[in-house]
């Protein structure tokens, strides 16, 4: 194991014990964070690192290291946390998406090298021989492996609230089935898709040698526990749903 991964496995144990909040922890946060209290903030980003790293790992490969894109996502959760209303009904991590993104897609621009022609320089000859169209999949930042297509934003396609919103859920489920007997563990996880594709009862079935209706009963009976841990109505709504 290299040192880089050694550094972020430890950063992980760390930042993995802190405790998810409640809707009603991060509402009274966000009124204290408003009030000035830098402390709030703190415990508010504290309880949510994990989440970048989550969205850090959807970055890799892009010539930014994990460690860096957590840093720059951290940043941008940092500016999301001063601007969060309580009051507005999403989750903190929900709201702080955007922002988490942005800093990290901002990070690899700038680690690419990209050109930005400045608005107010003329448009001389040497202006427009830096300023060409470039292909998408010419290659930036000295990497013949990185190209334009893999750092620059698609215009047409938005991050839409409502994977923001799944995004969400799942991170506070991951959280939350952490408390469960084991088997109700693996059963949710591979219900809800959380180590890959979602299964059927059937495939769970087969796949622990269970019937049917015993995989539907540790759903449920696991479902039942999951709700009485979340005040989150959206999370319940999903897991009935």
Known sequence: MNNDKKSLNAYLDEIGRAKLLSDDEERQLADRIQGGDSRAIDRLTSANLTYVVTLARQYEGRGLAIEDL?????IGMLRAA???????????????????REAMEQAIEQQA?????????TDTKL???????????????????LSLGHVLPNQNSSVPDER??????????????ERLEPRDRQVVRAIYGLDGEPKTMMQVA?????????????????????????KNSDLKDYLKS
Do not use: W
């Open 127 to 145: 202006e427009k021989k830096r300023s060409r169209a470039l292909s998408i999949d010419e290659p930036v930042g000295g990497s013949h492996e």
């Open 82 to 100: 001063g601007k969060f209303n309580g009051a507005q009904g999403k989750r903190f991590v929900t709201f702080a998406a955007p922002y988490i």
């Open 164 to 177: 923001l919103e799944n995004e969400a859920l799942i991170f506070e489920l991951r959280s939350l089935i």
């Open 70 to 74: 957590v840093s720059e996502g951290n």
């Open 206 to 230: 087969a796949a622990f040698d269970l019937k049917r209706e015993r995989v539907r009963q540790i759903r449920d009976k696991a479902i039942r526990a999951i709700c009485k841990m979340t």
């Open 113 to 121: 090298g990209l050109y930005r022609v400045p608005r107010n320089v």
